[in-house]
């Protein structure tokens, strides 16, 4: 029995002494393909989405962010504390996209403060430090900007390639070329050093170890080398000598610093360490907070896709039970007021000799669970070909 034409499926309440009954003994034909069985009816149910949902939680809920030797976090998997590649490399991504202004603002920035000190040195006469200030340390702060500038969707991409490895390159680089600067003075200073460190420590999308290994290891390191080295040494090392003939006639002595104190010296050593200390300090834990932010964003989108999985499971079972209106009515809180409706079709539907049939013919429980399935699977989807109301009973 089918609906009759024109009218709607509504709520119909059945008792057990309607005398509106039909029985309809169905053949089951074994030859008849059917439908993905039990998954397609746990897919039905939302059972696979939780279970798959279940899954990528149980997943993303053992990371955690880890912080390694004091230097450097990354995410960690609960079970055995090792590093997550994916998860990282998804953070590089997003930090990429995070400094994209920063890194191409700042660097047109830094080259006006390189600029600066090349113009003093000029003032001093110090023409190679001039040259290496104007000609490498200035440009290759441009480079940056103007490739950002240009290709900022390449620049987005970096991560993990190549030319990542060939920034890292050049910002090491241009430490060096920092630190062969001030060698070209009678006595080292920390000024532009210190602020090229700060431009790759607050500024660059880079790594915590490729920030250190540009900020300290081809910079600072370097740095205090050189200071003791040139303090070490008497004022007629033949270093020191060629240095000063390289100068004018603007004495040693003439610039004040010829017999600075040990404790001026110290300082002068100390100081840019400090500042790097603090800077990695800053930068480690800036970083954590980014992959705590991460890992608590995926985290929060994940128990919204449960909570709408779980949602949707309790309206499914809320239609399995109930109308469409009554249940809108329901969550409106609105009254439910008995309905009349003149023209509907009650089907009663039952197996015939379903006792005799298992025991005489479907003698495995996993063939009588395929028979029940396959039965459900074709009058749900009759149900929803023909759009109507199905109340599941199993008696």
């Given at each position: 029995s089918s609906p009759n034409s024109g009218s709607s499926p509504e709520f119909v309440a059945v008792t057990p002494g309607d005398e509106a009954h039909a029985i309809v003994t169905l053949g089951l034909d074994r030859g008849t393909p059917r439908a993905d069985g039990l998954s397609s009816q746990a897919s039905r149910r939302g059972a696979s989405p939780a279970v798959a949902g279940a899954l990528a939680d149980t997943v993303k809920e053992n990371l955690h962010v880890r912080s390694l030797?004091?230097?450097?976090?990354?995410?960690?998997?609960?079970?055995?504390?090792?590093?997550?590649?994916?998860?990282?490399?998804?953070?590089?991504?997003?930090?990429?996209?995070?400094?994209?202004?920063?890194?191409?603002q700042t660097s047109f920035l830094m080259p006006l403060g390189a600029l600066g000190q090349a113009l003093w040195a000029g003032v001093e006469e110090y023409w190679i430090r001039a040259g290496i200030l104007t000609g490498i340390v200035a440009p290759l702060y441009l480079v940056y900007a103007v490739f950002v500038l240009r290709h900022e969707r390449w620049y987005l991409g970096?991560?993990?390639?190549?030319?990542?490895?060939?920034?890292?390159?050049?910002?090491?680089?241009?430490?060096?070329?920092?630190?062969?600067?001030?060698?070209?003075?009678?006595?080292?200073?920390?000024?532009?050093?210190?602020?090229?460190?700060?431009?790759?420590?607050?500024?660059s999308p880079l790594g915590e170890m490729a920030i250190h290994l540009a900020?300290?290891?081809?910079?600072?390191?370097?740095?205090?080398?050189?200071?003791?080295?040139?303090?070490?040494?008497?004022?007629?090392?033949?270093?020191k000598s060629t240095l000063m003939e390289t100068t004018t006639e603007m004495s040693y002595s003439s610039c004040g610093r010829?017999?600075?104190?040990?404790?001026?010296?110290?300082?002068?050593?100390?100081?840019?360490?400090?500042?790097?200390?603090?800077?990695?300090?800053?930068?480690?834990?800036?970083?954590?907070?980014m992959r705590v932010d991460l890992l608590s964003g995926c985290i929060l989108n994940q128990q919204r896709a449960r909570l709408k999985n779980e949602r949707s499971k309790c309206e499914g079972l809320l239609t399995s039970m109930l109308p469409r209106q009554i249940?809108?009515?329901?969550?409106?809180n609105e009254p439910i007021d008995p309905q009349l409706f003149n023209d509907v079709t009650v089907v009663f539907i039952q197996i015939c000799d379903f006792?005799?049939?298992?025991?005489?013919?479907?003698?495995?429980?996993?063939?009588?669970?395929?028979?029940?399935?396959?039965?459900?699977s074709e009058f749900d989807r009759l149900s929803d070909l023909l759009d109507v109301y199905k109340v599941e009973t199993v008696c």
């Open positions: 030797c004091c230097v450097f976090s990354t995410f960690a998997s609960g079970a055995d504390g090792k590093p997550d590649h994916a998860t990282e490399e998804l953070f590089a991504t997003i930090k990429y996209r995070h400094f994209v202004g920063a890194f191409m970096l991560s993990g390639t190549y030319a990542e490895k060939c920034l890292i390159a050049c910002l090491c680089f241009q430490s060096m070329a920092i630190i062969a600067a001030e060698f070209m003075r009678p006595e080292l200073d920390y000024g532009m050093l210190v602020m090229h460190i700060g431009f790759v420590h607050n500024f900020a300290a290891g081809f910079g600072l390191v370097p740095y205090i080398c050189l200071k003791v080295y040139s303090h070490l040494q008497p004022d007629d090392d033949p270093v010829k017999n600075v104190s040990d404790t001026t010296q110290l300082l002068e050593i100390l100081m840019p360490f400090v500042i790097l200390l603090y800077q990695s300090v800053v930068t480690m834990r800036r970083f954590r907070s249940i809108g009515a329901l969550k409106d006792e005799s049939l298992c025991s005489n013919f479907l003698k495995r429980p996993e063939a009588v669970v395929e028979v029940l399935n396959t039965l459900f």
